[in-house]
């Protein structure tokens, strides 16, 4: 099993994807577009994941690559990888399928329940509970595009997950970091709490910061789930 991902900031790496990489022994790779790398062949992976980022995916002016990492996420979509998105990422994936990002009513960073969208049948979905809490950071919310499914949304934010075609799957927050992580985030981002509405304090977020492990138990059967897909389809 072969997982290349894309990091956009030097702060916001795969976290515990790392972990469950290591685990199972399988290869990674990584593009470290905000240093300018190339992408890579799509018939070098298996898997596709995609982090998040300080940018926001309507900034092409400003960060030109976002243009070809659009047009990459679709060579690989089309060729019928497993795709992750987080954050930045879902958003990516999001504007790829012909959705659109846009500013959310409101900010939402740290800990904050997500729940399951009613009438939901999906596979991908059925590793998730109906309702957990979840680590949040940001400004924008994704449209759900044509042919995908939602799977989860917020008090605060519609519309936080979604999955396409059973191999493609978006989510607006963090279940990958660990608490190291979660401390690098504050670290960078400090000023951005302010404690009011859905933005919570430094103090409030290091107070749930047990959390990450639950989230991280999630996202790993997701990506366990995603790769017996690509195991199968490779046989």
Known sequence: MRLHSLFHNSFEGNAVID??????GYKKSSTKLYEGEKLPEINSFDMLIILGGHMS??????????KDEI?????????????????????????????EVMRNPHKEIGWFPVKKSIWLDN??????????????????????????????????????????????????????????DVLTMIEYGRKALTGDGY??????????????????????????????????QSQ
């Open 57 to 66: 995916v309507n900034d092409e002016k400003k960060y030109p690559w976002l």
């Open 199 to 232: 933005v919570q304090t430094e103090n409030e977020i290091i107070n749930l910061i047990h959390l990450c492990s639950e989230n991280n138990l999630y996202l790993q059967r997701v990506l366990d789930y995603l790769t017996i897909s690509s195991k199968k």
């Open 123 to 180: 596979q991908l979905a059925d590793f998730l509970p109906l309702y957990y809490t979840t680590f949040h950071w940001h400004s924008d919310i994704f449209t759900i595009p044509e042919g995908a499914v939602k799977i989860m949304e917020s008090e605060a934010c519609e519309n936080q997950a979604f999955v396409y075609k059973n191999k493609v799957i978006a989510f607006q927050y963090h279940m990958e970091l660990r608490p190291q």
């Open 71 to 99: 047009a990459f996420i679709k060579s690989a979509i089309e060729a019928d990888k497993c795709v992750v998105g987080i954050c930045l990422g879902a958003q990516l994936i999001s504007k790829t399928l012909g959705g």
């Open 19 to 24: 972990d469950w990489i290591e685990m199972h």
